[in-house]
């Protein structure tokens, strides 16, 4: 297939004819059929902490919130691991705000017992650690780091994500470091922060590509009221009276993304995100799957902490427990005609005998069916 040039991707963006989406959309799902299959893999998120050093203006767990704030125990993040494997998941994600009171050496011994009593792939999502922490967890054996670097553009990054003393955060080079050390790496961006433009989510698109991104998250920035981001008038009034290419935080928009980066980036892997999920509660997670999207990530955290864990508000799916969550997401892939993935799932790549990508993994078993709600809602 031909590259998507800078010019091509940013029409795509900016296109609004259903008729025109619906073929973009379908060449997504085409791509992702072709590089990675019909399995949908599943991920058990685990919030291991609530604590955040950082003062994100988009984040519900910015420092400067008072608010009741946990920890969990060694012993609750093991609990979480085994659910995991009960339920059938191949890989489990640890994530936090960024919180140096999970100790280095104290998590490592976590990640050992995990891969020492289960076959779960384990993926990391603390935040800007330190580099000598990052090589630590990943000779206890974790596998994968999640880090959005959330915009690509520098000035609309440093507004939104302030550095944390003197110490530039530069979560480009960090992924590039985790790279080096041997995780498989994982990034992404909120699709609408109040200054994004579409130009702006064309390089991050571009960027994805260049950092050869194992793993892409794409979901809608949800303004949280208790944020600077969040407060009245920021979100529709952009930098200034003559910005007229805000990018906006609908479903549209955020499907356009993620089958724009399927067509990039065809071997990644890339979750129907729960944000995309709380902005269509409906069949949002659905949308995702027939746009390019491969992996859920079902929260696995108990009941008391996700209340306390609201990085934006009105998480779908909040007061769902582990078992509800699974069957639900299942009977969704499978009303899809899409199987669930077995194993860790992780990045595929083509080794050099083989002369063509990904076979389909299973023949379809049952038609494929519309979800309820049409793919194309304008924004
Ligand atoms: N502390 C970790 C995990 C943060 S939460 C880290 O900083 O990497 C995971 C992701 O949630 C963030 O990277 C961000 O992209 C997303 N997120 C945070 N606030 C959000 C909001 N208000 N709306 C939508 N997504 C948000």
Redesign the pocket.
């Given at each position: 297939m031909p590259r998507l040039t800078h010019e091509e991707i940013l029409h795509w963006l900016r296109e609004s004819d259903p008729a025109a989406l619906e073929q973009l959309f379908a060449r997504a799902d085409e791509a992702r059929r072709t590089h990675v299959g019909d399995e949908i893999h599943l991920r058990g998120l685990i919030e291991i902490s609530s604590f955040?050093v950082?003062q994100?203006h988009?984040?519900?767990?910015r420092a400067a919130r008072s608010m009741p704030r946990y920890r969990m125990t060694r012993e609750e993040v093991l609990t979480g691991a085994r659910s995991a494997v009960e339920l059938g998941f191949g890989t489990v994600v640890l994530?936090?705000?960024?919180d140096f009171g999970i100790e280095a050496a104290w998590l490592a011994e976590i990640i050992r017992a995990i891969k020492n009593e289960t076959p779960l792939a384990i993926t990391l999502?603390?935040?800007?650690r330190l580099p000598d922490e990052l090589r630590l967890w990943r000779d206890a054996g974790a596998d994968r780091y999640?880090?959005?670097f959330?915009t690509s553009d520098p000035a609309l990054y440093a507004a939104i994500h302030p550095r944390r003393g003197s110490a530039v955060s530069d979560r480009i080079a960090l992924l590039r470091e985790l790279r080096e050390l041997g995780y498989e790496i994982g990034s992404?961006?909120?699709v609408g922060i109040p200054g994004q433009t579409c130009e702006m989510l064309v390089r991050d698109i571009e960027l994805f590509e260049q950092l050869d991104l194992d793993m892409i998250?794409i979901?809608?920035?949800?303004?949280?009221p208790d944020?600077p981001?969040?407060a009245p008038g920021v979100q529709t009034a952009g930098p200034g009276p003559n910005f007229i290419d805000q990018v906006p935080s609908s479903e549209c928009m955020v499907l356009k993304a993620v089958a724009l980066t399927r067509l990039v980036c065809p071997e990644a892997n890339l979750p129907s995100t729960t944000?995309l999920a709380t902005i269509n509660t409906l069949d949002g997670r659905e949308h995702g799957l027939l746009c390019g999207a491969n992996v859920f990530m079902p929260v696995l955290t108990p009941a008391p902490y996700r209340q306390m864990y609201q990085?934006?508000p009105g998480k779908a799916c909040l007061d769902e427990d582990a078992t509800q969550c699974n069957a639900c997401l299942r009977d969704r892939i499978e009303s899809l005609g899409r199987t669930v993935g077995t194993g860790p799932g992780g990045r595929f790549t083509r080794t050099a005998s083989q002369s063509t990508p990904i076979p389909r993994s299973q023949p379809r078993l049952t038609p494929q069916k519309n979800p309820t709600s049409p793919l194309v809602v304008l924004p």
């Open positions: 955040c950082r994100c988009y984040c519900g767990l994530q936090s705000g960024e999502s603390l935040g800007e999640l880090l959005r959330e992404g961006v909120m998250g979901g809608p920035f949800l303004a949280h944020t981001l969040g944000a990085i934006y």
